[in-house]
T-cell receptor
Framework: AQKVTQAQTEISVVEKEDVTLDCVYE???????LFWYKQPPSGELVFLIR??????QNEISGRYSWNFQKSTSSFNFTITASQVVDSAVYFC?????????????FGKGTHLIIQP | DVKVTQSSRYLVKRTGEKVFLECVQD?????MFWYRQDPGLGLRLIYF???????EKGDIPEGYSVSREKKERFSLILESASTNQTSMYLC??????????????FGNGTRLTVT
């Protein structure tokens, strides 16, 4: 069975601080995909990034960056110079190569609060 | 842009009622999903469909059924609503059939209250 752990239930920081959201996963597959989604207060989850298990390059998109490390089974998400608009619940997800409903697992989410 | 539309944003129903939650997507996606979201429990998959008339149970299918008669529409049915089904329900869709490695596109949710 696979598992995604987001140990931080809630994080609160002051605007302009950097913040890292942790995601640790477990899977027996060698081929898998990792995702991050953002759920703002409006409720609609929005896709942020997908990584496959063969691509360990870090990704940067503006103030967002992702650090994928297979050695520690982690796919952490960092927001640099946070803004109030970053306040949301962030979900990490894992998809294995087998497909089907069993192959898709979400973490429980991290509620990020950016205080002005 | 992919649009996933859920028919109601808020719904209040009585215990024992039959409830239909509708979801429509406009991007010809093969896969459609129903999740429920509860505080502290994250997203839990109720049902998944990878093609018309095809469905697969998720983690918590009990008390629910689904219908997919057309590719763009996926309905969640609560046969006899109970108070423990009060929750936020999220519909999603994606490309790709049984492989789920495409990003999910979500609707903005239906908050169902059963009294």
């Amino acid at each position: 069975a696979q598992k995604v752990t987001q140990a931080q239930t809630e994080i609160s920081v002051v605007e302009k601080e950097d913040v890292t959201l942790d995601c640790v996963y477990e899977t027996r597959d060698t081929t898998y995909y990792l995702f991050w989604y953002k759920q703002p207060p409006s409720g609609e989850l929005v896709f942020l990034i997908r990584r496959n298990s063969f691509d360990e390059q870090n990704e940067i998109s503006g103030r967002y960056s992702w650090n994928f490390q297979k050695s520690t089974s982690s796919f952490n998400f960092t927001i640099t110079a946070s803004q109030v608009v970053d306040s949301a619940v962030y979900f990490c997800a894992l998809v294995n190569s087998g497909g089907g409903a069993d192959g898709l697992t979400f973490g429980k989410g991290t509620h990020l609060i950016i205080q002005p | 842009d992919v649009k996933v539309t859920q028919s109601s944003r808020y719904l209040v129903k009585r215990t024992g009622e039959k409830v239909f939650l509708e979801c429509v997507q406009d991007m010809d996606h093969e896969n459609m999903f129903w999740y429920r979201q509860d505080p502290g429990l994250g997203l839990r998959l109720i049902y998944f469909s990878y093609d018309v008339k095809m469905k697969e149970k998720g983690d918590i299918p009990e008390g629910y059924s689904v219908s997919r008669e057309k590719k763009e529409r996926f309905s969640l049915i609560l046969e006899s609503a109970s108070t423990n089904q009060t929750s936020m329900y999220l519909c999603a869709s994606s490309f790709g059939g049984m492989t789920l490695n495409s990003p999910l596109h979500f609707g903005n949710g239906t908050r169902l209250t059963v009294t």
